[in-house]
């Protein structure tokens, strides 16, 4: 098996919140800046335990998300090693198959891969997240009827396929990226939050 992954993911982007991307409808403005942070809570790539790191995307998707040419700037948090880092760039790059090689297709070009400092701390729904200098986002889920956070399943575009996806916006979203022509600073726009299982 080349990877076995377990964890938990936060999107927020610059469409108004629910984001049409997830139903295969154009972006809200013709467009979608966001940014996607995987958490790995635990599992590992090609043998090399990868528990504890976190990747993210801070992407431009310039129409429709399934029509793919993103660009993106790639982000392996501070605490990886070396080898970590490959490993878990083999897997968003799409090199080693299985489902994240179907959302690897649709980024056209990064446009860098840093390190940073990475802080993830999103719990039921609600939390933030940090990129070093480059992302702050503030998050909270919305409710359902019931008391249950709002969830979409079985969506046409999922950045965490097999698994219900929970909605919610982000009171705070700064992103900010020179290579990507990023300077972001919105409130109560679209996040998204849920789990993963990735195998391969």
């Known amino acids: 098996m080349a990877y076995e ?19 295969g409808e154009d972006p809200d403005g013709g467009a979608c800046d966001g940014v996607l942070a995987w958490h790995i809570d635990s599992g590992a790539v090609d043998g090399i335990d990868v ?11 310039p129409g429709n998300v399934l029509a ?31 489902p994240v090689a179907d959302l690897a297709q649709l980024v056209g070009e990064v446009v860098g891969v840093e390190r940073a400092p990475i802080t993830f701390t999103i719990e039921g729904g609600a939390g933030s997240l940090r990129i070093g200098d480059a992302v702050h986002a503030e998050t909270e889920p919305f ?10 399943q079985d969506t046409v575009f999922s950045s965490i396929p097999g698994s219900p996806a929970y909605v919610g916006k982000a009171p705070t979203y700064r992103a900010s990226s020179e290579p990507l022509g990023l300077d972001l600073a919105l409130e109560d726009h679209n996040a998204i939050q849920g789990t993963f299982r990735f195998e391969a």
Request: glycine share 14%; aromatic share 8%; proline share 1%.
């Open 5 to 23: 992954l377990e964890g938990r993911l936060v999107e927020v982007c610059s469409c108004e919140a629910i984001c049409p991307c997830w139903v």
């Open 51 to 61: 528990s504890g790191r976190t990747f993210a995307l801070l992407a431009r998707i």
């Open 68 to 98: 793919g040419n993103w660009r993106a700037v790639a982000y392996v948090d501070d605490g990886a090693s070396d080898a970590q880092q490959e490993a878990i760039l083999n897997v968003w790059t799409g090199k080693l198959g299985g």
């Open 143 to 152: 409710q359902g009827a019931t008391g249950g956070t709002t969830a979409l």
